[in-house]
């Protein structure tokens, strides 16, 4: 005979472990700190230079001639500005390195960003462009090379014409 029904009697209330979840959150939260400094360690900040800092004396004999300013959208829908230009090594020494200033003027013609960054030289145009340090490729006396610089973003101040770019420091041998 039956006695109808058998009720299960539920299980006794466990206390939750929370331990393993605070671990993983902290294993998270370490990861994201360390390639959150990886990223920002890597990246080269700009170094906010006087306009009237000194040019380095070898200067005159590094031209910079054909500027081609040109523009691309980034992933996060803002604009990336591209500096092109040719630079050739007219003096005696081989350079190793060069550190230009970018003034970008506003429509008043007074200064609206002003940039000092490492000249990167254009390694190879195709399949895109790839860009390489001087001391990568050091100008011999005589050689002539095509550079880029980049700017992500430029000032909505910045009048459109072309910046005034000045080398400030040149590394020989």
Partial sequence: MSTGPQLIRAADPRERNWLPLIIATGVVLVIAVVAVLAVEHGRSKPTVTPINAAADPYAANLPITHLVLSESANLAGGKVTYVDGHIAN????????????????????????????????????????????????????????????????????????????????????
Avoid at 103 to 125: C, G, S, W, Y
Avoid at 144 to 154: A, G, N, Q, S, Y
């Fill in 90 to 173: 007219k003096g005696a020494e081989t350079v190793t390195a060069v550190t230009v200033q970018v003034l970008f003027r506003d429509a008043a013609h007074e200064v609206a960003q002003n940039e000092t960054m490492p000249l990167k030289l254009i390694r190879t145009r195709e399949p895109a462009v790839d860009l390489q340090p001087v001391s990568g490729a050091p100008l011999k006396p005589g050689d002539e090379r095509d550079f880029r610089l980049i700017f992500d973003p430029v000032t909505p101040d910045w009048d459109g014409a072309y910046p005034q770019i000045r080398i400030l420091h040149v590394e020989g041998k």
